[in-house]
């Protein structure tokens, strides 16, 4: 009995000590990896120093004004070469319209996984600030990411009976200004007063696996905003909105979007384009591989009258649609108004492919719309198969395939068969009165 207690010990004794080499192991682990930041309010781990908002006083109940905080943590990232702005898990910070500027030193990560609110009354947004609520200006080589939230709050936006004097102009929860090299991966962006996340005169920007979500009834809630932007790629993302779930805008050229599920909403979709006989110019657009489900419109092009310019060279291709009312638009009669007056003169439309539409619709297949005076061109329908749902109406509501002055070639197999009389065969840039001067303009 006392050989086994003595052997017990020994045990026991043994347990102690690889507890004590471990823990000061790992001790010496974190503390040569981790260090204090000179200043006192982040700590460098390994090449980068952690900013975190709680460090610079930030409250963190969902109720106190934590802007200037931010604007603080941001500030301190941006001086150092890795620098990391954190909002921590499990916490709630109240952000009014700030402007986060760079350039910075070097890379910033933003590092989002606890929740920024933006002030749920309207009264609490200055004049001043009502285009955008986080502003990133002339930013380069940024990263935003986590597992946080950022909550728009705009229910009080959306209900004009609710609210009286509410403006036109309405905030973009995140907008990216002349910046580039921008990732934003993971993240969560709810229910903006208006558009979710915008890019304006930027390059380089990359979005990955997050979530955009507003009520279908949310008025233009656009997801993403895109203008004046290039080199841009969109993937793996859940978008439902009240309105477009991208929307590609004047300026934008080379755009890959693939891998998305979009709904509610209206769709994937380039434009309007040239309101108030403005010039326009989108170039390289390669939609795909997407989901496109309970949606106004699916994939689509929309332009004003009377506008100058080109839309050329887009692809729309391997879309699933899911009881959508008008799967494949290009609408040339752009108009938010109940009557539009008519205009001489249109955007440029030409080398569209619609490959590999397949699924349900609960109005109309197709809606080509082109100009009576700049006739849409080498317009591609290939393998477009499209049935109609199977909704309460029972097919009463459902419209006949419309094409006007379109011209391009179509190939089987293709639901409803009218589509294979819709396009006009020929059509050349010899057709295009103004095509040479909308690309030079372009």
Partial sequence: MKQNMKHFSVFLSSIFVFYCLFTIIEGRKFHSSCKKHHKGYGHSCNSTTIFNIMSFGAKASGVSDDSKKLVMAWKAACKVPEGVVQ????????????????????????????????????GSWSKSNLFQWVNFKWVQNLTIQGSGIVDGQGYNWWNPMKSKHISDIKPTALRFYASEDITIRDITINNSPQVHLKFDNSRGVKVNNITISSPGNSPNTDGIHLQNT?????????????????????????????????????????????????????????????IIENTLYGARIKTWQGGVGVVKNVTFSNIQIVDVNFPIVINQYYCIKSLCQNQTGSIAIKGVKFDKIVGTYSTQPIHLACSDEIPCIDIDLTDIQLKPSRGPLGGS????????????????????????????????DSIHPISGSSNELC
Wanted: neutral net charge; charged residues 15%; hydrophobic residues 30%.
């Fill in 87 to 122: 909002i921590p898990l499990g916490h709630k910070f109240l952000i009014k319209p700030v402007t986060l500027q760079g350039p910075c030193t070097g890379h910033v990560t933003f590092q989002i996984d606890g929740t920024l609110l933006a002030p749920s009354k309207i």
């Fill in 230 to 290: 290039r080199d841009v790629e969109i993937m793996y993302s859940n978008i439902g909105t009240g309105d477009d779930c991208v929307s590609i805008q004047t300026g934008c050229s080379n755009v890959h979007i693939h891998h998305i599920n979009c709904g509610p909403g209206h769709g994937i979709s380039i434009g309007g384009l040239g309101k108030d006989k403005s010039m326009a110019c989108v170039s390289d657009i390669l939609i795909e591989n997407s």
């Fill in 397 to 428: 509501q459902l419209q006949q395939a419309l094409c006007w002055n379109s011209y391009g070639k179509s190939k089987g197999p293709l639901v409803p068969y009218s589509i294979n009389y819709c396009l006009r065969k020929g059509g050349d």
